[in-house]
């Protein structure tokens, strides 16, 4: 809610210059009211049971390079998300510890770009195919409601892009930074009659803070919004994101990155590491209104999604027959729908509804080198050692209801069924590769419930409970610790049970601040086994605990002035004890890791703060601090990244003639020249954990916008 309030305050101060300027007696325009929709009914965020945070786009490109969307989500507490430097890879992106094991990619946490799924059915996600250019908001939800959104929702990241209401408008800016930093984007919004749209493109391109890690990038933006009729409501959605080339500098060892933070292991040079990528999908919504309280809604999407990655695997490790090789090639269709029926009345509402997603993976493996073990020409695609189709599909019917017995009381309470089944098929068989079809089935009934009440407009109190549930992903059954072929079908799904309760005040004008208290307990976490030259197995431990404490707050200190403060606190911990490897292959794991030990990837303390200027014309400046406490980069806590802290600046100058709006924008990141690590390589095999930030840098832009 902070950044929720921090945009709503903004454009307040924009209204307030506007009058000013015409007359010192005008009055302020009305604005709307601000809604989420991550609980599927538009409701304030300030009256929900649950954590909620919305980013409107303007805040979340305000200052900031536009580049990865982990730029403007440091003021949400309970989600860490960090930039790895490392365009082969996804963004770090964590919600009260859940996806930090995550070393590519995201999971354990549900991502909707325009209501459709960037989560596959099996719980993998990626969030590479936004264009924040077109970002219209971004609600963030926390807590035992996010179970509502089914396999591996520890959290759920929701982003729409705008929908614009006014004229026309064509927008194009261009940036340049430090090493080779490029990028230059172009947009087109606007409504005519019962048609809007919103386009928007950009290219980024980037030699890298690090040796081997120039990388590519292209996006693409469409969403289409048809009114036919006075009831119904006609969207489509279609983007695409490409990786041409993006080089893969690997995590480093403590010694090395002391040594040389820009460096990489030998092994990134000799074997080329490296991953194209390709993704196109497109969506359809269908809304309509059957009467003033019922009204129908379905979404269906499909698409399509190709990747190609080389890594490190030492020759001498692939010459095992039944290893699947250094390169792994996959191609991937995906499909879904949700049908949706609501029923509004005055005080109460409800929810019914079921989700499908399919998801349809090719996967092929071969050797990354071509020759005999020595003299070998490596970083190319060598001889097949893989050939399967794996098939993940879905069926969630879920149930929610709102119900506001008094005007102090709301009552929230939802179930959904979830389903997910695995099915492989090997078509690589030989006289030493036997064949390793399989299948597994997991399902779980995920109940949550909440209550929240206004002691008065100034102060409300809520509490929630629910149960979350978390499937294997495809990737994390690819392999198996002994180092046999086929599916680790043996894997588990881990099965949590979450509480919460806090308070959302606003003690004065221009204030809102807010308070969670919550804790997670979880069954048969499932963890990393091995992890060795950039493959992973994974086991189920014990049980888990996840128990922490959040705040935010934003405040309006004069007509153009704002802050914002979030901070999170949280203790996650193995409470029972279990066995781990230390090498590959594994047949039996041998390494104990004690209970009690902290999850790795997990910082226990965060903080955020901003101060902000921002009129509506003229100068604009802003200030910006993290800070992070260490993180432990493998289950035996035998080392940390450490702590940090570090400061952002930034100063922008806005003009307006006539039609035309034109901005520039200066930012230096990490003003001190701090040394640290800005993201860690969970429990790789190799000691190498860490993933360096850059040291100071700066980027300079200018964007030019004008309305017809």
């Known amino acids: 809610m ?35 929709t991550a609980t599927r009914t538009e ?31 440091g003021a949400v507490p309970g989600l860490l998300a960090r930039d790895r430097q490392n365009y082969a ?68 990241i929701s982003i729409y892009s705008e929908t614009p209401s006014g004229p026309p408008r064509v927008d194009a800016g261009v940036a340049f930074g430090s090493d080779g930093l490029r990028r230059v984007a172009a947009s087109a919004s606007g409504k005519t009659g019962g048609f809007a749209y919103t386009l928007g493109a950009s290219r980024f391109e980037t030699d890298g803070y690090r040796q081997h890690s120039q990388a590519e990038r292209r996006l693409g933006n469409a969403r289409l919004n048809w009114k036919l009729g006075s009831d119904t409501q006609l969207t489509l959605i279609a983007n695409s994101v490409e990786l041409p080339e993006a080089q893969d500098p690997l995590g480093l060892s403590r010694a ?21 990528m390709k993704q196109d999908q497109g969506g359809l919504v269908l809304e309509h209104g059957i009467d003033a309280q019922n009204s129908l809604r379905l ?45 509004k009345g005055s005080t109460a509402s409800l929810v019914a509804g079921i989700a499908a997603d399919e998801l349809r993976e090719h996967r092929l493996g071969y050797q990354n080198f071509i020759g005999t073990t020595l003299g070998a020409a ?86 929630s409970a629910g149960r979350g549930f978390e499937t294997p992903t495809l990737n994390e059954l690819a392999y198996r610790p002994s180092g046999a072929t086929g599916l680790n079908f043996g894997l588990q799904a881990s099965l949590s049970h979450s509480v919460e309760a806090g308070l959302k005040a606003r003690p004065w004008a221009g204030a809102e601040l807010t308070l969670a208290l919550f804790e997670t307990g979880t069954e048969h976490e499932i963890v990393t086994q091995t992890n ?72 226990k303390t965060a903080l955020y703060g901003a101060l902000t200027w921002l009129p509506s014309g003229g100068w604009r400046v802003g200030l910006e601090g993290r800070a992070l406490s260490k993180v432990y980069v493998n289950d035996l806590n035998s080392d940390a990244a450490p702590g940090y802290a570090t400061l952002a600046s930034y100063a922008g ?51 030019a916008s004008y309305r017809f």
């Open 653 to 703: 100058y806005q003009l307006s003639l006539g039609a035309w709006d034109f901005g520039a924008l200066l930012r230096v990141d990490n003003l001190a020249n701090r040394r640290y690590a800005g993201s860690v390589i969970v429990n790789d095999g190799n000691g190498r954990f860490f993933e360096p930030a850059p040291g100071r840098s700066w980027l300079a832009s200018a964007n």
């Open 378 to 463: 490596l970083g190319v695609q060598g001889a097949l050692r893989r050939n399967e189709t794996n098939d993940v599909s879905s069926a969630d019917p879920y149930l929610q209801a709102q119900w506001q017995p008094t005007p102090a009381w709301l009552l929230s309470a939802g179930v959904r069924r979830a389903s997910v089944g695995f099915n492989s098929r090997d078509a690589y068989i030989t006289k030493t590769n036997p064949d390793d079809s399989g299948s597994a089935h997991y399902a779980a009934t995920l109940p949550v419930l909440g209550a929240s009440y206004a002691f008065s407009e100034a102060l409300h109190a809520y509490a």
């Open 299 to 343: 979404m269906v999407y499909r698409g399509h999604r190709t990747t190609a990655q080389l890594q490190s695997i030492p020759v001498a490790t692939q010459a095992n027959p039944l290893h699947p090789g250094g390169v792994i090639d996959l191609a991937r269709d995906y499909e879904g729908a949700d049908l949706r029926w609501r029923w």
């Open 43 to 73: 409701t304030s965020p300030y009256d929900l049971p649950a954590s909620v945070d919305r980013i409107d786009g303007d805040a979340l490109r305000a200052g900031k390079p536009q580049v990865n969307i982990s730029e403007g989500l």
């Open 256 to 276: 090395q990155w002391q040594a040389d933070p820009r460096g990489v292991d030998p092994s990134a040079i000799s074997f080329n590491t490296r991953k194209t």
């Open 89 to 156: 890879q996804d963004v770090q992106i964590s919600v009260r510890g859940f996806g930090a094991r995550a070393n590519f990619g995201i999971r354990g946490v549900r991502v909707y770009v325009d209501d459709i799924p960037a989560t596959l059915p099996d719980g993998q996600g990626q969030i590479t195919n936004v264009e924040l250019g077109t970002v219209g908001r971004v609600e963030v939800l926390r807590g035992p409601f996010s179970a509502l959104y089914g396999n591996s929702s520890g959290g759920v």
């Open 2 to 36: 902070n950044t929720r309030f921090a945009q709503q305050a903004r454009r307040t101060a924009l209204a307030l210059a506007a009058a000013t300027a015409a007359s010192a007696h005008a009055t302020p325009a009305v604005l709307e009211p601000v809604v989420v």
């Open 532 to 603: 060795l030259a950039g493959r992973a197995t994974y086991q189920n431990a014990g049980a888990t605990r996840r128990r922490g404490l959040e705040a935010s707050g934003a405040f309006q200190l004069g007509a153009t002035l704002q802050a914002q403060l979030a901070a999170t606190w949280l203790d996650a911990v193995y409470r029972d004890g279990f066995l781990t490897c230390t090498a590959t292959p594994c047949a039996t794991a041998n390494q104990a890791v004690a209970a009690g030990n902290h999850i790795p990837g997990i910082a």
